[in-house]
């Protein structure tokens, strides 16, 4: 179980993450959400001690998270943002500084590394420098990367940006599997869809602080399971709708350029950040 | 184990990069050696200027091969690749992680000073390079891997790495006892002088090299910079807030 309290992160007099608490629990699929600076990234970044708290903490199973515990951060794997790995290494070479950094037994990880470069088709790749690589094939190393030491907890910070569409739906399925080996992953994304078909629950947070949180569901009852999107001289707006017959109604009252759909997750998102992101 | 790891990463890099490195260590030494102790022949206390010039160039190799080496790695790994959040995220204890910077930096300043010993080799001058030689230099490149630690840790932009050498290595290079006698300068400048750590180096070296006794105190200032280095270097990766 992750736990977090208070989580504060000041760069100077900005505030980037404001006393943020959330709990999220062992084998639970974590979608963290939010626009463009809204401390997604500075939050991973403290959950994995790469930055360190203003205030507040990180507990990993009751045990606070800092850099100088080994235990905790031996259960953690983290995909960043960035290319986050020497350029000038090979694939394996990267994957055998993996292994050595977290003294896992070289024949397992000879065995799960093959298997993993494979699912990623990066097999013949495997002597090329990362430099070398485009960016879809560096995200997928460090993701290789980051499922070879077979983490408790798997952090995703933008996981499948600059992927093609198959590529990410075939990571989709690969992080289903973890997910079901009650690996605990905490994502964030700018694909909303992503969040929407992955995760457990959800957490909107915006300027730092936390907006929303619970599943994806139920944040699209609580705001209406039906919309209406009207094109008017202002631009689309749409409306929702907690009973379908009184959508559809509406729809009828509403003219030819409107139109009736599901709500998304992406509505939710909309409507609590006040400006659109994917 | 966590040491072995950086040490197997710096080997990594060398053996790729082994032809670039050894040829950019041999240049700078190379001319200074053709043009102070070749081209302008002269004498130091009526020793052939060569004698004088061979040990604080091999000193001088140390210092700046594990500079060098030390701050451009750790400045490219942390600011342009970011290639350190791996090493932070993982279990490998970080004390571990920076003894093996400051070694693993130490031993490229080891293969820039052995390479100016192989080079110079074919030239008499009866010299003595041994053991506690090779120690001194191994010393050197450790306490100038440290300090390129430290720095680079405060190194906003990856242009810092460079600005360092600028400000640090090239005053030390030309100063500390590398192509003439900090006993010619000013009282109270020289006490300064004499107190870094190339000055020593090149001392301690120097003596061996004449068949001298080098002073102990070379070895305590020495390793009181390693030590006060080592440590800060240390606290910064385990309490550095933003790093």
Redesign the interface.
């Known amino acids: 179980m992750i736990e977090i309290r208070d989580l504060t992160k000041r ?1 100077g007099d900005f505030t980037a993450v404001d006393h943020l608490d959330l709990t999220i629990e062992t084998g639970e699929f974590f979608g963290l959400l939010g626009p463009n600076g809204a401390g997604k990234t500075t939050t991973i970044s403290m959950m ?7 205030e507040g903490e990180v507990r990993i199973d009751g045990q606070v998270l800092d ?2 515990a ?2 905790q ?2 259960k ?3 995909i ?1 943002q ?8 090979t694939i394996d ?1 990267v994957m ?3 292994r ?4 896992l037994p070289r024949d397992k990880a000879r065995e799960k590394c093959d298997e993993l470069l494979e699912f990623a088709g990066l097999s013949e790749y495997r002597k090329r420098t990362v430099r070398h690589l485009s960016g879809g094939m560096k995200r997928k190393v460090m993701i290789c ?1 980051a499922l070879l030491t077979e983490p408790e907890i798997l952090l995703l910070d933008e996981p499948t940006a600059g992927m093609d569409a198959l590529s990410r739906r075939q990571m989709w399925n690969l992080l289903r599997q973890v997910n079901g080996r009650n690996m605990t992953i905490v994502l964030t994304t700018h694909y909303i869809e992503e969040a929407q078909a992955l995760c457990d629950r959800v957490a909107l947070i915006n300027r730092g602080a936390l907006q929303k949180l619970d599943t994806p569901q139920a944040l699209i009852d609580e705001l209406g399971a039906y919309a209406v999107d009207e094109t008017g001289d202002a631009g689309l707006k749409s409306r929702f709708f907690h009973d379908r017959d009184e959508a559809i109604a509406y729809l009828s009252s509403a003219g030819h350029q409107a139109s009736f759909r599901a709500t998304t997750l992406e509505d939710v998102f909309v409507e609590c950040a006040g400006r659109k992101i994917s | 184990m966590g040491i072995i790891t950086v040490l197997w990463e710096k080997w990594v890099e060398f053996r790729r990069d082994f032809y670039k490195i050894t040829v950019s260590t041999m240049i700078s030494p190379l001319m200074y050696l053709m043009i102070f102790g070749l081209g302008i022949q002269t004498t130091s206390h009526g020793e052939p200027y060569l004698h004088f010039l061979i040990p604080g160039i091999v000193a001088m190799s140390t210092m700046t091969g594990s500079f060098g080496a030390t701050a451009q790695n750790m400045s490219v790994q942390r600011i342009y690749e970011k290639a350190l959040d791996q090493v932070m995220v993982s279990p490998t204890p970080l004390w571990q992680f920076i003894i093996g910077q400051v070694i693993g930096g130490s031993l490229r300043g080891l293969y820039a000073g052995c390479v100016i010993l192989l080079l110079t080799s074919p030239i008499r001058t009866d010299l003595i390079f041994n053991g506690l030689s090779l120690l001194i230099m191994f010393l050197n490149g450790m306490v100038f891997s440290s300090i390129a630690l430290v720095l680079s840790f405060f190194a906003k932009t990856y242009s810092d790495a460079p600005r360092y050498t600028s400000f640090i290595i090239t005053p030390m290079s030309f100063l500390c006892n590398t192509f003439f006698s900090t006993e010619q300068m000013p009282a109270g400048f020289r006490q300064v002088i004499s107190l870094l750590p190339l000055s020593q180096a090149s001392n301690m070296i120097r003596a061996i090299a004449n068949a001298e006794r080098p002073g102990f105190i070379g070895f305590v200032i020495l390793g009181l910079y390693l030590l006060v280095f080592g440590i800060i270097a240390v606290v910064f990766i385990y309490k550095k807030k933003n790093l």
């Open positions: 760069f994995s001690t790469v930055l360190l708290p203003s850099r100088k080994s235990e951060k031996s953690l794997s983290v960043t960035e290319y986050s790995m020497r350029q000038d290494m070479e055998e500084y993996q050595r950094l977290y003294r990367r």
